[in-house]
């Protein structure tokens, strides 16, 4: 009788190397949060920029991403050196972020359509510096280990970073700034620092990450030496039969935060009738991450992760709906509203990154190679552009409606359009998309079971 082979324990992860790998989400958690939260509202409030340009500003430059985020990931999917293949990519960006960042909200003596220019060219470079970084940290979280569940519990330790970094930059930042380009360009220099701690720290942090080298994935079609295509890539990545259902409910969410977190500063100026609001709205959606880490995964073990999902897009769409009454119930009631998103949108956060790892992790059992970063590098792009879409259409509802820009000394009263698309656009849209994600969560195939046993299942198991 043949004995089977015993199976290898977890692969668990030392507590200093979570902490070392976690503290870089600050990075991450701070760049998603101060561009998304200020800089539309900057640039129409602040440099007198039209918001159908504003708009475009925030949008472009993530068509790049949709180029660079795939080669990046590719690249270090290739990358030999003594630093590993993911952290001389991370130490790049760490040189190149903060200086790029800074210069976004230098503040030079511009405005309107030369403002917004200026403002493009600088988010450019800044998109790109952050590439290099983002796209192999997250690579790493699918490397260092083997486990369903201990893959969780590492992501707690990066999303409790990234609730505390969003936290504290969704609220300091705006007050930082206030609404004088001499505030925001304090602003700039300040959030660069920190980037550059967190980059830095994370850099170091990680140089005992336990990533056992996988064999190389076998070469796809359309491809040239570690840079295919991007059709080539998506082709790569619709084979492993759960990354694209994941992408699709992923690019939902992140749409509906898009909107959400670009219309605070309008909601809170225009509808709450009070612009240092937004710091308090802001803390009801991000602060449940510092504190439902710890019960969303105890809801993915006793759920599974999809069920998880689902249960986050429901609390998220009927937290943001419910938003829509604000303007006749008062501050205290959006306020609650929102709270209720913010616990919908900590366990999108954890899941999200989860069950890509766990995505990553299934192609590598099957097909044996490592594709980490390529398909890491397909989630940032589609992640930082739809992210963007999100602010794009509200900046283009905002122009429709007859928006009307100004600067920081003589502001001016807005047309009724305007504050309803203000109110409804920004809480009844992405209530639709979170909505959508609930239903694409059951398209999702991959469960505990299914990965232990090698397999996928059909969606709707």
């Known amino acids: 009788m043949v004995t089977p082979a015993p199976v290898p324990a977890p692969l668990i992860v030392p507590?200093?190397?979570r902490v070392g790998y976690g503290v870089g989400s600050v990075c991450t958690g701070t760049f998603s949060t101060v561009p998304g939260l200020l800089l539309l509202f900057y640039m129409t409030n602040v440099l007198a920029v039209p918001a159908w340009a504003a708009g475009l500003v925030v949008f472009l430059p993530k068509l790049w991403d949709m180029v660079l985020d795939p080669w990046v990931g590719r690249r270090s999917d290739h990358t030999v050196s003594r630093f590993g293949a993911r952290r001389p990519w991370m130490l790049l960006g760490a040189l190149t972020l903060p200086v790029t960042f800074a210069l976004m909200f230098a503040g030079p003596p511009l405005t309107g359509l030369p403002a917004a220019l200026y403002v493009a060219v600088c988010y450019l470079a800044t998109a790109t510096a952050y590439a290099f970084y983002e796209v192999p940290y997250k690579a790493m979280a699918a490397e260092m280990t083997d486990d369903y569940h201990e893959r969780s519990a590492l992501l707690q330790w990066k999303m409790v970073f990234v609730g505390g970094a969003i936290l504290l930059s969704g609220s300091v930042a705006p007050a930082v700034a206030g609404d004088e380009v001499s505030g925001y360009r304090l602003m700039g220099l300040l959030v660069a620092a920190v980037l550059l701690a967190s980059m830095l720290a994370s850099f170091f942090g990680t140089a005992r990450v336990p990533a056992p080298e996988a064999p190389r994935a076998p070469r796809i079609p359309g491809a040239r030496g570690a840079g295919p295509s991007i059709r080539a890539q998506f082709a790569e990545a619709r084979s492993s039969g759960a990354f694209m259902p994941l992408l699709a409910l992923g690019c939902a969410q992140m749409f509906a935060a898009g909107v959400l977190l670009a219309g605070a500063p309008y909601f809170a100026t225009y509808i709450l009738?009070?612009?240092?609001?937004?710091?308090?709205?802001?803390?009801?959606?991000?602060?449940?991450?510092?504190?439902?880490m710890p019960l969303w995964v105890r809801l993915s073990r006793r759920y599974d992760k999809r069920g998880a999902m689902a249960l986050g897009s429901a609390l998220f769409a009927a937290g943001a709906a419910g938003t829509a009454l604000s303007g006749s119930l008062g501050p205290v009631y959006a306020h609650l509203c929102l709270l209720v998103v913010g616990v919908g949108y900590a366990g999108l956060q954890l899941l999200q990154v989860s069950m890509l790892a766990d995505v990553v992790?299934?192609?590598t059992m099957v097909t044996g190679g490592r594709r980490a970063g390529s398909f890491t590098g397909l989630w940032a792009a589609c992640e930082t552009v739809v992210f963007a879409l999100g602010a794009l259409v509200l900046g283009w509802l905002l122009g429709a409606a007859g928006f009307v820009e100004s600067g920081p000394t003589n502001p001016v009263a807005q047309p009724e359009a305007a504050v309803a698309v203000t109110l409804y656009g920004g809480t009844l849209l992405p209530a639709l998309f979170a909505g959508i994600s609930l239903l694409l969560a059951r398209r999702y195939p991959l469960t505990a079971r299914?990965?232990?046993?090698?397999?996928?299942t059909p969606a709707g198991e």
């Open 273 to 292: 009738g009070d612009p240092g609001a937004v710091t308090t709205l802001f803390m009801c959606v991000v602060g449940p991450l510092l504190v439902t």
């Open 15 to 17: 507590r200093a190397v």
């Open 450 to 456: 299914t990965l232990a046993a090698g397999g996928v």
């Open 361 to 363: 992790a299934h192609d």
